[in-house]
């Protein structure tokens, strides 16, 4: 059934908007339509967290809640879901949530600017786990920033946590939500707002059917790049095609050799996927944006922006990744270093869109991938670096290397690939090889790094690989 209401659960009920405006944010409705003000707005670019709420949704018949950056999230994402905001989490006796009682115990607020996006960033964890180790505690407040109370005291509220047991009036609906959720799950979106649309297929058939109508729209996956166009730059996006209700694209297949990631799978599940075949890859992603951004973000999408400094690409790149594109008639597969044209071009044509990624699996090889930012979380990279080398009998067999942000994509180091392939693995060889940086690669300078900076540290990371798989160890400043 195709519809041009939106519909999601707010307060135990669902909530209906007929053809809201595609480009509204889930923040502006909160705070103006909702006239709900304990959500805030900082930089409105997804980078503070003071905008955080949660939505609760169905997977395999279980509700899971994810954070997300209300303020770069279209109101149309929302269908389907269960819209959770700061001012819900009291009980209807008018007592603090857990978590609240928490913050206010541990001193976890001064101003209070940003308190509501670190509980709803909390919410979302105390609700998807059941132990709150200081890992999960430091990836679940990524995303949020405190300009005054300091990280500890709240981190101390989170830990409290671990001592209370899940009974909130959350838990208590539970069965109510579910039911509710399933009731609304089934409508297909298409909104006319004026001069804009917005289409939500939910299969590939009907997918196809809309670009071939409306070819010059935008697709959306995760909407972290697409919505600063509205967000920041203040302009209109005219019509939109959200990929996120595609069931044939929120697949994972793996067997022995390869994982081949659908479009619709987020950068945080993929994130938990790719951990068991290549641990650097997971320790990248957990460094890339923070828990909001990773729960509706997308490896395509990521893709196909083809930043120069996007995290997976020079990841993907030294794997051997490819891509499968679909077009109007098939469904082409390209190796991904043949993908990317110049700065932000790509060789996907009017229409086209990333269906999938495929990742070959080498376990005999070294995998290695490097991120240097000026913050550890929530940070663009300035370079980012990945190797994978197959060595047999202290020899290279193949090396694979990639950098982003060293050149207008992210690309092969393919000089450095050369005179390391068939040569022996030695200190020597990787010393002769960082002069070679040169030759691949002509970094620019950019309020990140200066060109220069960028060509030592390309050098450095190359050369802390060569020490951490002859020592078999990595080698950290604070070890
Ligand atoms: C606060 C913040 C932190 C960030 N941190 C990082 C970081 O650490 N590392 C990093 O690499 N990036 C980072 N980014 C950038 C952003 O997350 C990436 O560009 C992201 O990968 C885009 O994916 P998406 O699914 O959100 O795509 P969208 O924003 O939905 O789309 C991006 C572009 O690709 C197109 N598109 C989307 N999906 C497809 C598809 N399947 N086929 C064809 N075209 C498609 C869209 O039309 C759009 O032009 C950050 C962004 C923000 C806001
Ligand atoms: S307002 Fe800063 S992340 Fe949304
Ligand atoms: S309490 Fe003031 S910004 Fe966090």
């Given at each position: 059934?195709?519809?041009?209401?939106?519909?999601?659960?707010?307060?135990?009920?669902?909530?209906?908007?007929?053809?809201?405006?595609?480009?509204?944010?889930?923040?502006?409705?909160?705070?103006?339509?909702?006239?709900?003000?304990?959500?805030?707005?900082?930089?409105?670019?997804?980078?503070?967290?003071?905008?955080?709420?949660?939505?609760?949704?169905?997977?395999?018949?279980?509700?899971?809640?994810?954070?997300?950056?209300?303020?770069?999230?279209?109101?149309?994402?929302?269908?389907?879901?269960?819209?959770?905001?700061?001012?819900?989490?009291?009980?209807?006796?008018?007592?603090?949530?857990?978590?609240?009682?928490?913050?206010?115990?541990?001193?976890?607020?001064?101003?209070?600017?940003?308190?509501?996006?670190?509980?709803?960033?909390?919410?979302?964890?105390?609700?998807?786990?059941?132990?709150?180790?200081?890992?999960?505690?430091?990836?679940?407040?990524?995303?949020?920033?405190?300009?005054?109370?300091?990280?500890?005291?709240?981190?101390?509220?989170?830990?409290?946590l671990n001592k209370k047991k899940d009974n909130d009036h959350f838990k208590k609906d539970q069965t109510k939500i579910i039911n509710l959720l399933k009731k609304i799950n089934n409508n297909e979106v298409e909104i006319f707002h004026k001069n804009k649309k917005y289409f939500s297929p939910k299969s590939l058939n009907?997918?196809?059917?809309?670009?071939?109508?409306?070819?010059?729209?935008?697709?959306?996956?995760?909407?972290?790049?697409?919505?600063?166009?509205?967000?920041?730059?203040?302009?209109?996006?005219?019509?939109?095609?959200?990929?996120?209700?595609?069931?044939?694209?929120?697949?994972?297949?793996?067997?022995?050799?390869?994982?081949?990631?659908?479009?619709?799978?987020?950068?945080?599940?993929?994130?938990?996927?790719?951990?068991?075949?290549?641990?650097?890859?997971?320790?990248?992603?957990?460094?890339?944006?923070?828990?909001?951004?990773?729960?509706?973000?997308?490896?395509?999408?990521?893709?196909?922006?083809?930043?120069?400094?996007?995290?997976?690409?020079?990841?993907?790149?030294?794997?051997?990744?490819?891509?499968?594109?679909?077009?109007?008639?098939?469904?082409?597969?390209?190796?991904?270093?043949?993908?990317?044209?110049s700065y932000r071009k790509t060789k996907l044509k009017k229409g086209d869109f990333v269906y999938s990624v495929k990742i070959p699996i080498n376990k005999k090889n070294f995998f290695k991938a490097y991120k240097i930012s000026k913050r550890f979380d929530d940070d663009i990279s300035t370079v980012c670096a990945s190797?994978?080398?197959?060595?047999?009998?202290?020899?290279?067999?193949?090396?694979?290397?990639?950098?982003?942000?060293?050149s207008e994509i992210p690309k092969r180091a393919t000089s450095i690939e050369k005179i390391l392939d068939n040569s022996i693995f030695s200190k020597e060889l990787f010393l002769k090889a960082q002069n070679l940086i040169k030759d691949d690669f002509s970094p620019i300078d950019d309020m990140r790094a200066s060109k220069?900076?960028?060509?030592?540290?390309?050098?450095?990371?190359?050369?802390?690989?060569?020490?951490?798989?002859?020592?078999?160890?990595?080698?950290?400043?604070?070890?």
């Amino acid at each position: 059934m195709v519809s041009n209401t939106i519909q999601f659960i707010y307060n135990n009920q669902i909530c209906s908007i007929e053809n809201p405006d595609p480009n509204k944010t889930v923040l502006d409705y909160v705070r103006n339509d909702l006239k709900k003000n304990g959500t805030k707005e900082g930089c409105a670019e997804g980078g503070c967290g003071a905008c955080t709420v949660v939505l609760g949704e169905l997977k395999n018949s279980k509700l899971v809640y994810k954070s997300i950056n209300s303020c770069i999230s279209f109101l149309p994402s929302v269908n389907g879901k269960h819209l959770i905001l700061v001012e819900d989490l009291m009980s209807k006796k008018n007592e603090l949530h857990p978590i609240q009682e928490a913050m206010v115990k541990f001193h976890g607020s001064q101003c209070g600017f940003c308190t509501p996006g670190f509980i709803m960033s909390l919410f979302a964890m105390y609700k998807n786990f059941k132990k709150f180790d200081d890992e999960i505690i430091e990836e679940t407040l990524s995303g949020n920033l405190c300009r005054c109370t300091g990280y500890r005291p709240i981190i101390d509220a989170a830990k409290s946590l671990n001592k209370k047991k899940d009974n909130d009036h959350f838990k208590k609906d539970q069965t109510k939500i579910i039911n509710l959720l399933k009731k609304i799950n089934n409508n297909e979106v298409e909104i006319f707002h004026k001069n804009k649309k917005y289409f939500s297929p939910k299969s590939l058939n009907n997918l196809k059917k809309i670009i071939k109508k409306n070819p010059h729209s935008y697709f959306l996956s995760g909407g972290t790049d697409l919505s600063l166009g509205v967000t920041k730059l203040r302009g209109e996006i005219k019509s939109i095609i959200s990929l996120n209700s595609v069931k044939e694209l929120k697949f994972v297949k793996k067997n022995k050799n390869y994982i081949e990631v659908g479009a619709g799978v987020s950068l945080y599940d993929f994130q938990n996927i790719i951990k068991s075949y290549y641990l650097d890859f997971y320790n990248i992603l957990k460094r890339y944006g923070s828990v909001q951004i990773r729960n509706v973000g997308t490896v395509s999408g990521n893709i196909a922006t083809a930043s120069p400094i996007g995290d997976t690409l020079p990841l993907l790149l030294s794997l051997d990744a490819v891509i499968k594109i679909q077009t109007k008639n098939t469904l082409k597969i390209i190796p991904l270093d043949q993908f990317f044209i110049s700065y932000r071009k790509t060789k996907l044509k009017k229409g086209d869109f990333v269906y999938s990624v495929k990742i070959p699996i080498n376990k005999k090889n070294f995998f290695k991938a490097y991120k240097i930012s000026k913050r550890f979380d929530d940070d663009i990279s300035t370079v980012c670096a990945s190797f994978n080398l197959l060595i047999k009998n202290n020899k290279i067999v193949k090396a694979k290397i990639a950098y982003g942000g060293m050149s207008e994509i992210p690309k092969r180091a393919t000089s450095i690939e050369k005179i390391l392939d068939n040569s022996i693995f030695s200190k020597e060889l990787f010393l002769k090889a960082q002069n070679l940086i040169k030759d691949d690669f002509s970094p620019i300078d950019d309020m990140r790094a200066s060109k220069n900076y960028r060509i030592e540290i390309a050098k450095n990371l190359l050369m802390k690989f060569f020490y951490e798989i002859s020592k078999k160890k990595n080698i950290r400043i604070n070890q």
